[in-house]
């Protein structure tokens, strides 16, 4: 083993980044930011008498005053996407895709305790007068104490994930995408009675009032069994595709579909079954607050509908699009996002220079060469696009259809990774495709071309190097079937960001496993190479700079507010792509200085630039409340923007456009 990988340690601790967390107050209750609304999905919803309680995929919870309608804060602390909320008389509990439950004092909003919820990710959260009930990928459900969060019970049954936990009276019941609801006992989390959904799909959604179960599936399927013998009542389709959300009022039944649908039927029978209302995402889930009823979209919204009027009344702001990729040269900077668009800024001024549509879905896959940009859509196409006006040259679509998840390319051939792990080759001149074959088992979610050597990285663990010219592959890596999100080679090693929060090492030649890199304490997502240099981003919010040649971390900074999806690199600029929706610029010259930022406000373009500032000054053009992970003072034109130090909420100027902006030079 090489002397630079023998010396590795365990750098950073989960309890030392929850404690610099907490010395910066991100984990206790903070002043309103982005006020209109979350910067991802909304994922769950809770309520008391007086607020709604939002947990979202920026990994923020939100407290909203139900009447009227107002943001009241926003809660930080988990690393991940936030599945799960729900409140009691004294505590909020928040369920994270970092594995974690959080407690929070509900007077306060201060942190007051943080269990390891034993699972990959936590995906349901319930609870009763003593215990708290949760489940996620695993499928087994475990019972905590409130107070002091003991470990009290597991209980083991289920094969597939479980999407909810819900208590009600002396049961449990947990619904499995397996396609069955088991019921337990609360006392002794015996098991009382398992469900099936007779084919109808996997269970996303339970619900019970006193006479009947209720429960929803990703084929589309209501279905309603008795309380009293458990006996299947009815089962009816209701939608083409998943139904993720359920809610009960007093006479109806309320179903929220992927494809944003909200249906409505009577509890008894579910006659008289309407769609309601159609909203702008799909809906993650939904609250019953009569006469209304509060909706979580895929958008980052969240939708107040009147259940009299059978309308909404009131919504969040407009919708969010997700970033998903970002490649660059020393002049342009390029974009892809969820709403089927590429974009491209002058890395300078920040000046949007095109806008590329032809993709009819959203765009993960981006690849620039000297004259060419590609786009990798879930659409199943790859278009070739002319870089400096947008300009479609042509459209390859791929023969199965299948969505595409990334694109490399040279000169003369253009390479993309699907869903279902094939790697396709086309020669885009003669639109040839020269090669297909299956390398991967699922998702091929990285794509690295050099020369005419192929590096691939998939969701079914594998990194693969391929060889262009024999068409063969040289070598294939794999550790313990964990998901790599990302791959990256020098002259000697192979290094593959992992879902275990490592970062595995390889030597390149000989495919001897060398050691892992530890310092991310969720899964790492993106890897870029700059000289002796790794940075290594991921869903901690963290970038990481390692040191290859030394095997050490040099390196490490906070730098977003959501997870790290991509990292891409030029001669002397690093930029990060996050789920809270911005783009950030980092000085590669000077130690890492945040040189520039794009937020995606509302989900638009630039459609002005901000000019150069002097040594003192931050510029910022066309904001709404945003948060500023920035200290200084801040200057707005004509001074419309209130000054602050830290963190900033900034007054809205009447030509608001729909990105801020910032641009800062030493």
């Not at 009819?360 to 870089?387: M, Y």
Request: glycine content about 6%; some cysteine; hydrophobic content about 40%.
């Amino acid at each position: 083993m090489p002397a630079a990988f023998k010396k590795i340690p365990l750098i950073i601790s989960s309890r030392e980044i929850l404690e610099e967390l907490a010395e910066n107050d991100q984990m206790s209750f903070l002043v309103p930011f982005h006020a209109s609304r979350h910067a991802h999905w909304v994922l769950s919803l809770a309520i008391d008498d007086d607020h709604l309680y939002t947990g979202s995929g920026d990994n923020t919870i939100k407290i909203w005053r139900k009447h009227p309608f107002s943001l009241v804060g926003t809660i930080e602390g988990h690393l991940s996407w936030v599945w799960g909320v729900v409140i009691d008389s004294t505590t909020l509990y928040s369920a994270g895709g970092d594995g974690y439950i959080r407690c929070w004092d509900k007077d306060t909003w201060k942190h007051v305790l943080t269990i390891n919820a034993r699972d990959a990710r936590v995906l349901t959260i319930s609870a009763d007068e003593k215990h708290l009930y949760s489940s996620g990928d695993s499928g087994i459900i475990r019972v905590w104490d409130k107070i002091g969060g003991e470990l009290q019970l597991e209980l083991f049954g289920h094969s597939s994930r479980v999407w909810k936990v819900m208590v009600d009276g002396k049961k449990v019941f947990s619904a499995s995408e397996d396609g069955t609801i088991m019921i337990w006992d609360v006392n002794d989390g015996h098991l009382v009675k398992t469900l099936s959904s007779m084919e109808c799909g996997g269970i996303l959604d339970v619900k019970c009032d006193e006479m009947l179960l209720y429960a929803v599936t990703d084929l589309g399927y209501l279905l309603s069994w008795d309380k009293k013998n458990w006996k299947l009542m009815w089962r009816k389709k209701v939608a083409d595709s998943s139904i993720n959300a359920l809610a009960i009022s007093e006479k109806s039944l309320y179903l929220g579909t992927k494809e944003g649908h909200l249906w409505s039927c009577s509890k008894s029978s579910a006659s008289n079954l309407q769609r309601v209302a159609e909203l702008s995402s799909r809906i993650w889930d939904l609250v019953v607050d009569d006469p209304f009823l509060f909706i979580a979209l895929r958008d980052g919204k969240i939708s107040k509908f009147d259940l009299s009027r059978k309308t909404v009344i009131h919504s969040t702001g407009s919708p969010l699009y997700a970033i998903w990729n970002v490649v660059s040269d020393d002049n342009l900077l390029y974009a892809s996002s969820e709403d089927n668009l590429v974009r491209s800024w002058d890395v300078q001024t920040l000046r949007l220079i095109a806008r590329f549509e032809g993709h009819f879905n959203e765009v993960w896959g981006l690849a620039i060469t000297e004259k060419h940009l590609f786009s990798a859509s879930n659409d199943g196409t790859i278009i070739q696009w002319e870089r400096d006006n947008g300009a479609m040259i042509r459209r390859l679509q791929n023969r199965e259809n299948d969505p595409l998840w990334s694109v490399a390319a040279s000169d003369d051939v253009v390479i993309s990774g699907s869903g279902k792990g094939r790697i396709d080759i086309w020669r885009f001149e003669q639109e040839e495709l020269t090669f297909s074959s299956y390398l991967h088992r699922n998702k091929v979610w990285h794509l690295g071309l050099v020369g005419s050597i192929l590096l691939s990285a998939s969701l079914d663990g594998s990194v693969v190097i391929f060889d262009l010219k024999s068409e063969d592959v040289i070598a294939r890596f794999q550790k313990d079937a964990r998901r790599m999100w990302s791959a990256v080679m020098d002259d000697k090693y192979v290094y593959a960001a992992s879902s275990d929060h490592e970062i595995h090492v390889w030597e390149r030649y000989t495919g001897e496993y060398l050691t892992s890199l530890r310092a991310h304490e969720a899964r790492v997502q993106s890897l870029v190479l700059y000289g002796k240099y790794l940075f290594s981003g991921s869903s901690d919010r963290t970038i990481c700079v390692w040191d290859v040649e030394e095997g050490a971390l040099v390196n490490r900074w906070k730098a977003h507010y959501g997870s790290i999806i991509r990292l891409a690199v030029t001669h002397h600029m690093l930029f990060s792509v996050s789920d809270d929706k911005t783009i950030k610029i980092w000085d590669l010259k000077n130690d890492f200085p945040l040189m520039g930022i794009l937020v995606s406000e509302f989900g638009c373009y630039i459609r002005d630039y901000v000019p150069p500032c002097d040594h003192s000054r931050l510029y910022l053009d066309g904001a709404r409340d945003v948060l500023l992970p920035l200290s200084g003072r801040v200057i707005g034109n004509e001074g419309r923007m209130r000054s602050s130090v830290g963190f900033g909420q900034l007054e809205r100027p009447t030509n608001a456009l729909p990105f801020l902006v910032i641009r800062a030079e030493r």
